[in-house]
């Protein structure tokens, strides 16, 4: 950021969001120079029709019960730990069999949460796939849930929204 100050001539960002938290560290930068360009989903992600793909990753992936999405770095303001508790509390009460498939890059000094994936049996940690899987991920999923407690976007949302996938986000940011 500090670079970025001395150097550029304007600033683009995805969110008004990220824009104002551009201005609280770099208050003095003119904010008549940052510009609010907001993202969109590729169009690899859409609806699905083709049962033959759906079904070989569903094979593959060995997506057996139905399941629950959530796509993220392992990081701790993506929230997954509450997420985790959440599903978990909602199966012991009977009212959820969904499996939680978690994908994204993997947090190494994130340990808390990886003993939480290991202990809940119901949780499914795939890390990174290609864009091209994970739109059938999402194709595959009965819902889409984004629990993070800070968002420059939230590309995954319009990504599962794109694959007709119904989403519940936090609005946290």
Same mark, same amino acid.
């Given at each position: 950021?500090?670079?970025?100050?001395?150097?550029?001539?304007?600033?683009?960002?995805?969110?008004?969001?990220?824009? /104002?938290?551009?201005?609280?560290?770099?208050?003095?930068?003119?904010?008549?120079?940052?510009?609010?360009?907001?993202?969109?989903?590729?169009?690899?992600?859409?609806?699905? /029709?083709?049962?033959?793909?759906?079904?070989?990753?569903?094979?593959?992936?060995?997506?057996?019960?139905?399941?629950? #999405?959530?796509?993220?770095?392992?990081?701790?303001?993506?929230?997954?730990?509450?997420? %985790?508790?959440?599903?978990?509390? #909602?199966?012991?009460?009977?009212?959820?069999?969904?499996?939680?498939?978690?994908?994204?890059?993997?947090?190494?000094?994130?340990?808390?949460?990886?003993?939480?994936?290991?202990?809940?049996?119901?949780?499914?940690? %795939?890390?990174?796939?290609?864009?091209?899987?994970?739109?059938?991920?999402?194709?595959?999923?009965?819902?889409?849930?984004?629990?993070?407690?800070?968002?420059?976007?939230? #590309?995954?949302?319009?990504?599962?929204?794109?694959?007709?996938?119904?989403?519940?986000?936090?609005?946290?940011?």
């Amino acid at each position: 950021f500090k670079a970025i100050k001395k150097k550029a001539a304007a600033v683009i960002t995805v969110s008004d969001y990220t824009k /104002n938290d551009f201005l609280g560290l770099f208050p003095e930068f003119p904010a008549e120079r940052i510009f609010v360009t907001h993202e969109a989903a590729s169009n690899i992600f859409f609806k699905m /029709n083709d049962q033959d793909r759906l079904e070989a990753v569903r094979r593959s992936r060995r997506f057996e019960k139905p399941f629950v #999405l959530s796509v993220g770095s392992l990081k701790p303001h993506k929230n997954f730990e509450t997420l %985790i508790e959440a599903m978990s509390r #909602l199966r012991d009460k009977g009212k959820l069999a969904h499996e939680l498939v978690l994908v994204g890059r993997d947090d190494p000094k994130n340990r808390a949460l990886k003993e939480l994936i290991e202990k809940n049996t119901f949780v499914r940690y %795939i890390g990174e796939v290609s864009d091209e899987e994970l739109s059938v991920v999402y194709n595959l999923a009965d819902l889409f849930v984004m629990p993070s407690l800070r968002e420059g976007f939230g #590309l995954p949302v319009l990504e599962a929204m794109s694959c007709g996938v119904p989403v519940i986000a936090s609005d946290a940011s």
